[in-house]
C-alpha cells in the first residue's frame, strides 16, 4: 500500500482517483473497469477532487458498495483490494484495483446496476 500522503501528492490521474463518500454506483463502476482495463490503479474514497479530505462516515456501507459493484455490476468481476487509512480523524477507504486478465470489461450500462 502506498502512503496516503504521496497519493494525495500526486491528484488525481490515469491511475489514481479521488471520491466521495456519495459516489453513485455508476461512476464507481466506470471507475473500477477504467483502471481494470489499463495497469490498475487506486481509488480513494473519502476525498474530494481537489484532494481534501472529507473521510467515510459508514465504514460498513462503503466496503459493501464497493464490493457489490465489482462483483455484481461489472463482468467479469473485478478482484479489488480494500484498506482503510485514518487521517485527521478522518476514515479514507483505498480501493486497490489490479490488472484486469480478461480485457476489455465493458463500462456497465445505467440500467444494468444494482441499486446498492
Known sequence: ?????????????????????DVRPESLAKELVALSNTLGGVVLIGVADDGTIHGVGDRPRIEQRVINV?????????????????VADKDI???????????????????????L
Open 70 to 86: 465489482a462483483r455484481h455490476n461489472v463482468v467479469p468481476a473485478i478482484d479489488l483490494a480494500l484498506s482503510w487509512v485514518r
Open 1 to 21: 500500500m502506498t502512503d496516503l500522503g504521496e497519493l494525495l501528492a500526486q491528484g488525481e490521474h490515469a491511475f489514481l482517483e479521488f471520491k466521495l463518500e
Open 93 to 115: 477507504c483505498q480501493v486497490t484495483v489490479g490488472k484486469g486478465m480478461a480485457k476489455p470489461i465493458p463500462i456497465p450500462l445505467h440500467a444494468s446496476l444494482k441499486k
